[in-house]
């Protein structure tokens, strides 16, 4: 099993931006679809976006589309998440997991990271 971490969160203004990273190690990160998910206080966590190890096939939460971008550089073993036009609903902790290939947004492992906390404030 891969391990991972997030990075990036902070606190930015309604309309600002951010780029989560999410950094692996322990085993063949290309071999991976990875995907981002977060989880907003008294909410379940919901998945974000998705890609598959290639980068060549990605899947975005109708709730991001055309914010966010999803991108990872497999020399670096590393997923990134760029966030634009941010608004407060986009508040929470985001997570990075790997993803089943098929629809690239059920996440594979049983445990999870940290995550990183992104808060927007209007």
């Known amino acids: 099993q891969v391990q991972l971490v997030e990075s990036g969160g902070g606190l930015v203004q309604t309309g600002g931006s951010l780029r989560l990273s999410c950094t692996a190690s322990g085993r063949t990160f290309s071999s991976y679809a990875m995907g981002w998910f977060r989880q907003a206080p008294g909410k379940d966590r919901e998945f974000v976006a998705g890609?598959?190890?290639?980068?060549?096939?990605?899947n975005y939460a109708d709730s991001v589309k055309g914010r966010f971008t999803i991108f990872r550089d497999n020399a670096k073993d590393t997923m990134y998440l760029q966030m634009n036009s941010l608004k407060p609903e986009d508040t929470a902790i985001y997570y990075c997991?790997?993803?089943?290939?098929?629809?690239?947004?059920?996440?594979?492992?049983?445990?999870w990271g940290q995550g990183t906390q992104v808060t927007v404030s209007s």
């Open positions: 890609i598959n190890g290639s980068g060549s096939r990605i």
């Open positions: 997991n790997a993803v089943k290939v098929l629809a690239l947004s059920t996440p594979l492992f049983n445990s």
